[in-house]
């Protein structure tokens, strides 16, 4: 880590929580995942000189908070944005897209108002708002970047929409219990 000459009056420890916030926080690393938050120091190592350059360049032990999505990882998030192509899902500090061919097995379509996407055959709704339960179908980091792209499915039994009022999850353990028949698609 690169300290300038600007900053050799503070002490060593501050000035490296500075640039380590700066150079590392909501940044995507493969490996880490996403680092929310640089939280400590645990080593600043001795300082050494670079010809042509009046910095002081240390070595840096340092604990983040980070959050690494897994493929295949169930997850709760809800719903922030709704395409006529899918669902955009706020996954803690992340969004995932839902396409809507993996919303639920059924034809979808986007109301006239574009602020839901509705099942043909089975009545489901998915409005802003929602939570919702998915599983992480793909994981698209580039290293050093402030972004990526999670992919999501509700499509497999017990993953939608949950909640008090209306919950997708809760029909399909009914079904599974077999105390409600699922609604069958018309042929």
């Given at each position: 880590?690169?300290?300038?000459?600007?900053?050799?009056?503070?002490?060593?420890?501050?000035?490296?929580?500075?640039?380590?916030?700066?150079?590392?926080?909501?940044?995507?690393?493969r490996?880490?995942?996403l680092?929310?938050?640089?939280?400590g120091?645990?080593?600043?190592?001795?300082?050494?000189?670079?010809?042509?350059?009046?910095?002081?360049?240390?070595?840096?032990?340092?604990r983040v908070?980070?959050?690494?999505?897994?493929?295949g990882?169930?997850?709760?998030g809800?719903?922030?944005?709704?395409?006529?192509?899918?669902?955009f899902?706020?996954?803690?500090?992340?969004?995932?897209?839902?396409?809507?061919?993996?919303?639920?097995?059924?034809?979808?379509?986007?109301?006239?108002?574009?602020?839901?996407?509705?099942?043909?055959?089975?009545?489901?709704?998915?409005q802003?708002?929602?939570?919702v339960?998915?599983?992480?179908?793909?994981?698209?980091?580039d290293?050093?970047?402030?972004?990526g792209?999670?992919?999501?499915?509700m499509?497999?039994?017990?993953?939608?929409k949950?909640?008090?009022?209306v919950?997708?999850?809760?029909?399909?353990?009914?079904a599974?219990?077999?105390?409600?028949?699922?609604?069958?698609?018309?042929?």
């Amino acid at each position: 880590m690169r300290i300038p000459p600007s900053q050799f009056g503070q002490p060593l420890e501050e000035a490296a929580m500075v640039h380590l916030r700066k150079n590392h926080e909501n940044v995507l690393d493969r490996d880490i995942g996403l680092m929310i938050a640089v939280i400590g120091i645990d080593e600043i190592g001795q300082g050494r000189l670079v010809p042509g350059d009046g910095a002081t360049y240390h070595s840096v032990t340092y604990r983040v908070l980070a959050f690494k999505p897994i493929r295949g990882e169930v997850v709760e998030g809800n719903v922030v944005e709704i395409m006529d192509f899918g669902a955009f899902i706020r996954i803690g500090p992340l969004d995932g897209l839902c396409h809507v061919s993996q919303i639920c097995d059924d034809f979808i379509t986007q109301d006239t108002k574009g602020n839901s996407l509705m099942g043909k055959e089975t009545g489901r709704i998915l409005q802003e708002g929602d939570q919702v339960r998915a599983r992480i179908t793909t994981i698209s980091f580039d290293t050093g970047s402030r972004s990526g792209k999670l992919g999501l499915t509700m499509r497999q039994p017990f993953l939608g929409k949950i909640g008090p009022d209306v919950s997708w999850v809760e029909e399909d353990v009914k079904a599974a219990r077999g105390e409600v028949e699922k609604k069958e698609k018309k042929k």
